[in-house]
Every structure is written in structure tokens, then in C-alpha cells.
């Protein structure tokens, strides 16, 4: 009597394995690693360059804002593309679906530019501004 279904204890054997495995090798690297703490232990170090001045460099917000606008617009490029390889199956109601997701994401893209997020320079826009303490308003 074959109801259609796989069983799935080999999923979790499988999973058992990954965990014993994994612990087993943390407890060998703990066991056979260094332990030191010498002079320079805890200093950065990349690619062969000495140190030069301190690790925690601060970037502007304006750097981090533009990450993140570029992975949420790359997301939906991936949206996209997996719609251009179905497009046939979808039909006409993916196809408006899709047209309403682009618009979205276009008004999304001029409000980000009309509020000057995407400018890296001095803000244009001082009007979109909120006075802060001690300011006149």
C-alpha cells in the first residue's frame, strides 16, 4: 500500500550526521588549535598592509542608504526575471500583475529620487528637511 509519499527519516539522518560531524570538528579544532594571545593578536590585518590608522572608519549614511536601494531593486530584477521565464504559463494576469509591480516599483524610484536619496552630494532639497532642536521652524 504505497500512499505517494517519501519517507523522511533519511532527511533526518541526514541532518543527525551534519550535526554530529559539525560538533565533531569544532571539538577537534578546540582540542589540536593554538591558544595565544600575543602582541598583535587582536590587530587587523589585510593582505600583507600595516596598520595605518584605526579599523572602525566611518562611511556615511549616504553609503549604506545607496546598498540598500541597490539590493531591494536587484530583488526585484530577480521578481522580473523569474517572470520573463514564465511569462507563457502566466498568461495576460501575470502579465498585469507584473505591470502593477513595475509601476510600484517606479513610483518607489522617483520618490527616492524627489526626496534626494540617491544623491551623494551636498542635499538639494532643504525644504524636505525636519527642523531639529534648536532650529527655528
Known amino acids: 500500500m504505497n500512499t505517494g509519499t517519501s519517507p523522511i527519516w533519511p532527511l533526518g539522518v541526514f541532518f543527525s550526521f551534519a550535526v554530529i560531524f559539525i560538533m565533531l570538528m569544532m571539538a577537534v579544532s578546540f582540542m589540536l588549535g593554538q591558544r595565544h594571545a600575543g602582541r598583535v ?18 562611511f556615511s549614511i549616504k553609503y549604506y542608504l ?36 513595475i509601476g510600484i516599483l517606479i513610483a518607489a524610484l522617483v520618490y527616492l529620487w524627489k526626496l534626494g536619496a540617491l544623491e551623494w552630494g551636498t542635499p538639494r532639497h532643504k525644504a524636505l528637511r525636519r527642523p531639529g532642536v534648536g532650529e527655528k521652524s
Not at 41 to 58: H, Y
Open 41 to 58: 593578536t587582536g590587530e587587523p590585518f589585510e593582505s600583507g598592509m600595516p596598520l595605518t590608522g584605526d579599523a572602525r572608519i566611518r
Open 66 to 101: 545607496v546598498a540598500m536601494f541597490f539590493v531591494v531593486f536587484d530583488v526585484e530584477a530577480l521578481f522580473i526575471l523569474a517572470w520573463a521565464v514564465s511569462v507563457r504559463e502566466v498568461g495576460w494576469t501575470g502579465y498585469i500583475e507584473m505591470v502593477i509591480f
